[in-house]
């Protein structure tokens, strides 16, 4: 088992290291700002605590528990990241988009995540639930981008597309895997555990990896479509713009 959560480490790293090195060369890392800040601090944390497991396991727990608790706060970049691409267009509902996002992170984590942390349980159980309500917050978010870029006709791209796609496929992982070690317990299942959540993010890189490998920019024009050659007005694209206008002069005030 430790053979095998080696070699996933060592592929884990390779592909971040590629993944920051391709849009380095091609200058696109500024496109993604936010999800590449996550992808370094990732990277970072990686080649800090890879050494550590084989040089000092005696420190290795409290070392990887204190980036783990970061790391799964630094992953609501990849959601604002995704946020800022959908509403590219409409600079004010972005913003009005990071506010609102904020707020309901705020309050899921009021009323979702912090509540079981002030249970009298163990600290691996509480870690756990902490991690799998906040994988649970993340997810909906996601799905809630997702469902509006769906309902107003929003192009996403093939960037951001890939970007979701693999952070839910990561999220999904992980929500079941936390879910078996608590119906199992960690006696049971902590081998498996520890080796299934790196392979999840693998599998998110490797999606990453496909879908920005190359940057391709949403260029739409706003509030019109074609149709037989002629521009036609989008009704809810129109109704966007106008709120967005809205918004630009309520800021301005």
Request: with cysteine; aromatic share 16%; proline share 4%.
């Amino acid at each position: 088992m430790k053979s095998a959560a080696t070699v996933v480490g060592i592929i884990a790293i390779t592909l971040e290291a590629g993944l920051l090195f391709r849009a380095w060369r091609e200058r696109f890392l500024s496109q993604f700002p936010l999800f590449y800040s996550y992808v370094t601090y990732v990277l970072t944390w990686s080649l800090i605590t890879f050494p550590i497991y084989f040089l000092v396991p005696r420190i290795y727990p409290s070392v990887y528990w204190f980036f783990y608790l970061m790391m799964i706060t630094a992953e609501f970049a990849v959601i604002a990241e995704a946020s800022d691409h959908i509403f590219s267009t409409y600079p004010m509902i972005r913003r009005l988009g990071r506010l609102l996002t904020g707020a309901i992170c705020l309050f899921l984590f009021a009323v979702y995540v912090i509540p079981p942390l002030t249970l009298n349980q163990p600290s691996g159980k509480a870690l756990i639930e902490l991690y799998k309500r906040m994988s649970l917050t993340k997810a909906v978010l996601i799905i809630a981008l997702l469902a509006v870029a769906r309902l107003y006709k929003l192009q996403v791209g093939r960037n951001v597309s890939g970007l979701m796609l693999g952070f839910i496929a990561f999220l999904a992982v992980n929500i079941a895997n936390a879910s078996l070690v608590q119906s199992y317990g960690w006696a049971v299942y902590f081998k498996a555990y520890t080796l299934i959540e790196p392979l999840a993010f693998v599998l998110a890189l490797s999606i990453w990896c496909v879908a920005l490998w190359r940057y391709e920019p949403v260029l739409a024009a706003r509030g019109r479509f074609s149709h037989n050659g002629a521009a036609v007005s989008d009704p809810l694209a129109d109704r966007l713009g106008r709120y967005d206008a809205e918004l630009s002069r309520l800021f301005r005030r």
